[in-house]
Each structure stands twice: as structure tokens, then as C-alpha cells.
């Protein structure tokens, strides 16, 4: 009877073993399937560029939309209500550069060039972006003083 006890667990061990073996063939084969597309698939976003592109258009929209304003509120040096986000996504070239805008704008509020102004509570696409400067240094000093910053 313990020889039977003994083979069987014999058995289910090698099994285990050949098992987890199989298993890390698969993960092998997985993950250099995953690098080798993440190697041929397009590099990182080019943020200081989108970051540019982006804040240029978020400047005609706030010109737009203050030559919109009565004469009192065009006096202000920044207007309330920044670019709505229906307006900010406009700038997107294609579906796959909204990714790279809003990437663009935390970037921009990051070092200083916009503000994000929340919108109402509990609602979605509901925040503004105000341009506070258009100084292109102020966001590349940023990415230049970070050394993993995306390039």
C-alpha cells in the first residue's frame, strides 16, 4: 500500500514539474512576442512637440473665444473659463492623438503653462483649459531637467 502512495506521488510530481516547465515555455514565448511587437510598434510620443501643437491651439481658441466676449470681460488678463474640452480634442489629428493631447495638457499644467479648471461635479468632458503662459521655456526646462522624461 505505501509503494501505491509513493507512486502516486511520484506521479503528480512529475506531472507538477512538467506542468510548470510548459508554463514557463509559454511565459518564454509570451513575453518575447510582447517585446519584439513593442520593439517594431512606434516609439513614445513625441510630448514636447504635441506639447507645442497643443498650446498653440489652445492660444487661437482663447483668442477666439475672447473676441467672442462683451468689451468688459475681453480686458481680463486671463478669462475665466479656459478651452471647453470638446474644443481641446479638436486639435487631435486622429483618434490616436487624443492619448498624446491629454498627455500634453498634464504636461503643460505640470510646468506651469496652463491651468486645468474642473468643471461641474460628477460630470465627464466637462473641464476647461486656461493658458497661463506661452513661454516654451518653461516646459522645456521641465523636460530637459528629467532625465526618464519621454524624448
Known amino acids: ?28 514565448s509570451w513575453s518575447a512576442d510582447v517585446l519584439r511587437r513593442a520593439a517594431l510598434s512606434e516609439r513614445a510620443p513625441d510630448v514636447q512637440a504635441a506639447a507645442a501643437r497643443l498650446l498653440q491651439h489652445l492660444q487661437r481658441e482663447q483668442q477666439r473665444a475672447q473676441q467672442q466676449q462683451h468689451p468688459q470681460q475681453q480686458q481680463q488678463q486671463h478669462p475665466q473659463h479656459g478651452v471647453p474640452c470638446a474644443r481641446l480634442l479638436a486639435a487631435a489629428q486622429d483618434a490616436h492623438d487624443v492619448p498624446r493631447l491629454f498627455l500634453a495638457t498634464l504636461f503643460l499644467a505640470n510646468a506651469g503653462n496652463v491651468e486645468v479648471v474642473q468643471g461641474p461635479p460628477l460630470t465627464l468632458n466637462s473641464f476647461s483649459v486656461r493658458v497661463l503662459s506661452t513661454d516654451e521655456r518653461l516646459y522645456r526646462a521641465l523636460a530637459d531637467a528629467d532625465e526618464n522624461f519621454l524624448r
Do not use: D, F, P, Y
Open 1 to 28: 500500500m505505501t509503494n501505491v502512495i509513493r507512486a502516486t506521488t511520484l506521479s503528480i510530481g512529475v506531472c507538477v514539474q512538467k506542468e510548470s516547465s510548459g508554463q514557463q515555455h509559454q511565459w518564454s
